[in-house]
């Protein structure tokens, strides 16, 4: 047994010999031949670790790639399709617009065709029809652009003035930069001051409140005729004829009575040159205005004008100055009471162009420009047809951008 085990050593290890022998053998005799000599395995190893690195690496930059690709489209699939809605939606809020300012203008050009109203108290009771018929708060409906007579007696000690503004339209010229075509905003014209002016309104209604008062009288009498056969009790008698009605409140009113230059004024607000100020009792014909509400970066309506300059005329007159009509700033400079809003007006010219040669300030607008708007219905259609034609680009880039330009 010990011997058929030696001999299966030697058996082994004579053959492993020969391999060896062979191996050499031929890596010796082809040494030359071997262009590429077989690298170490460590070396191999490491080869084929940094091989499937860099393919790892170059894998998760696709996946990147692709995983921000798809989310750009995403967005854009989001974007691009809120901004068609956007912008139609203004379009079609312009087109809305549209035919309520039309609605607007037609209003404005009936009403300015009727007869003024008689009186103040005339234009209370057409006030009171309108909010009772309309339901809805819309300009073209509760707005009235209806003429009225006033008559009254102003408060030129309490008047104010707003602007810069530009003169109304026609008002010095029918055309050109003086033309006043802007609406009573900036412009290009001869900058000035609206005149706002408290009128206390005087009603001349004699002859109907004499025979109010009559009947009112007659009627009295005979109730206090048959309380008398029914009781004894004259003092009853005496103190209804001593009953005597409480005294009405003034009503005042805030008139727009026109456009004077910028010079009228200097800097610190004192009057250099006087416009015209009847102290008499007036009649004139106007028209309810607005006043303005500010924007969100509008600035304070009042400037602070304390400084004076050495150019300042002594013992001239100031007045009060607004950059805008703030309704709040107004009742406080004219010291109108917290429960009392005055409505405003815009004093019309009734005069003939011929006649009026020779401006005499402050100047008016006529019937045919007051009330006018700012924004005329044109303007409405040029937004909506720009909102319109962006809402269909985007339409069109959407369609590129789902359909990968197929």
């Given at each position: 047994?010990?011997?058929?085990?030696?001999?299966?050593?030697?058996?082994?290890?004579?053959?492993?010999?020969?391999?060896?022998?062979?191996?050499?053998?031929?890596?010796?005799?082809?040494?030359?031949?071997?262009?590429?000599?077989?690298?170490?395995?460590?070396?191999?190893?490491?080869?084929?670790?940094?091989?499937?690195?860099?393919?790892?690496?170059?894998?998760?930059?696709?996946?990147?790639?692709?995983?921000?690709?798809?989310?750009?489209?995403?967005?854009?699939?989001?974007?691009?399709?809120?901004?068609?809605?956007?912008?139609?939606?203004?379009?079609?809020?312009?087109?809305?617009?549209?035919?309520?300012k039309v609605d607007m203008v037609k209003k404005r050009e009936d009403d300015l065709e009727l007869d003024p109203l008689s009186s103040f108290s005339d234009w209370q009771l057409l006030q009171k029809n309108n909010s009772?018929?309309?339901?809805?708060?819309?300009?073209?409906?509760?707005?009235?652009?209806?003429?009225?007579?006033?008559?009254?007696?102003?408060?030129?000690?309490?008047?104010?003035?707003?602007?810069?503004?530009?003169?109304?339209?026609?008002?010095?010229?029918?055309?050109?930069?003086?033309?006043?075509?802007?609406?009573?905003?900036?412009?290009?014209?001869?900058?000035?001051?609206?005149?706002?002016?408290?009128?206390?309104?005087?009603?001349?209604?004699?002859?109907?409140?004499?025979?109010?008062?009559?009947?009112?009288?007659?009627?009295?009498?005979?109730?206090?005729?048959?309380?008398?056969?029914?009781?004894?009790?004259?003092?009853?008698?005496?103190?209804?004829?001593?009953?005597?009605?409480?005294?009405?409140?003034?009503?005042?009113?805030w008139v727009n009575r026109g456009w004077i230059p910028r010079h009228y004024i200097n800097k610190s607000n004192q009057i250099v040159t006087s416009w015209d100020e009847p102290n008499d009792i007036v009649q004139l014909v106007a028209m309810e205005?607005?006043?303005?509400?500010?924007?969100?970066?509008?600035?304070?309506?009042?400037?602070?004008?304390?400084?004076?300059?050495?150019?300042?005329?002594?013992?001239?007159?100031?007045?009060?100055?607004?950059?805008?009509?703030?309704?709040?700033?107004?009742?406080?400079?004219?010291?109108?009471?917290?429960?009392?809003?005055?409505?405003?007006?815009?004093?019309?010219?009734?005069?003939?162009?011929?006649?009026?040669?020779?401006?005499?300030?402050?100047?008016?607008?006529?019937?045919?420009?007051?009330?006018?708007?700012?924004?005329?219905?044109?303007?409405?259609?040029?937004?909506?047809?720009?909102?319109?034609?962006?809402?269909?680009?985007?339409?069109?880039?959407?369609?590129?951008?789902?359909?990968?330009?197929?």
């Amino acid at each position: 047994m010990s011997n058929l085990v030696g001999r299966g050593m030697i058996c082994r290890l004579y053959s492993q010999s020969q391999t060896s022998r062979k191996i050499s053998a031929c890596c010796n005799g082809n040494s030359v031949l071997l262009k590429h000599p077989i690298p170490p395995t460590n070396t191999i190893i490491s080869t084929s670790t940094t091989r499937g690195y860099v393919r790892s690496k170059s894998t998760s930059k696709a996946t990147a790639t692709t995983t921000t690709s798809s989310t750009t489209d995403a967005v854009g699939k989001i974007f691009f399709p809120s901004l068609c809605l956007l912008t139609f939606g203004l379009g079609s809020w312009q087109t809305k617009r549209y035919f309520e300012k039309v609605d607007m203008v037609k209003k404005r050009e009936d009403d300015l065709e009727l007869d003024p109203l008689s009186s103040f108290s005339d234009w209370q009771l057409l006030q009171k029809n309108n909010s009772k018929d309309t339901d809805t708060t819309t300009d073209a409906k509760s707005k009235s652009y209806r003429r009225v007579n006033l008559q009254g007696k102003y408060q030129h000690d309490k008047q104010i003035l707003i602007g810069p503004r530009g003169p109304p339209p026609g008002a010095l010229a029918e055309s050109g930069p003086n033309s006043g075509r802007s609406g009573g905003g900036m412009s290009s014209s001869t900058q000035g001051y609206w005149v706002i002016t408290p009128l206390v309104i005087i009603t001349d209604d004699k002859n109907g409140s004499k025979s109010s008062t009559a009947n009112t009288t007659k009627t009295k009498r005979e109730w206090l005729g048959r309380l008398v056969k029914r009781t004894t009790n004259r003092s009853i008698k005496r103190k209804e004829y001593t009953t005597k009605p409480a005294p009405q409140e003034e009503t005042i009113v805030w008139v727009n009575r026109g456009w004077i230059p910028r010079h009228y004024i200097n800097k610190s607000n004192q009057i250099v040159t006087s416009w015209d100020e009847p102290n008499d009792i007036v009649q004139l014909v106007a028209m309810e205005s607005n006043t303005e509400t500010p924007g969100t970066y509008s600035p304070p309506s009042r400037l602070d004008t304390t400084n004076q300059s050495v150019n300042d005329i002594d013992n001239s007159p100031s007045v009060d100055k607004l950059l805008w009509m703030d309704r709040t700033a107004m009742e406080e400079i004219t010291c109108t009471p917290s429960d009392v809003h005055p409505p405003l007006f815009v004093e019309i010219n009734t005069d003939d162009k011929e006649e009026t040669v020779q401006q005499q300030f402050p100047v008016k607008p006529t019937r045919e420009f007051v009330g006018e708007f700012k924004i005329p219905p044109s303007v409405h259609v040029g937004y909506a047809i720009t909102w319109y034609g962006l809402s269909g680009a985007g339409m069109i880039m959407t369609r590129k951008l789902l359909t990968k330009g197929r």
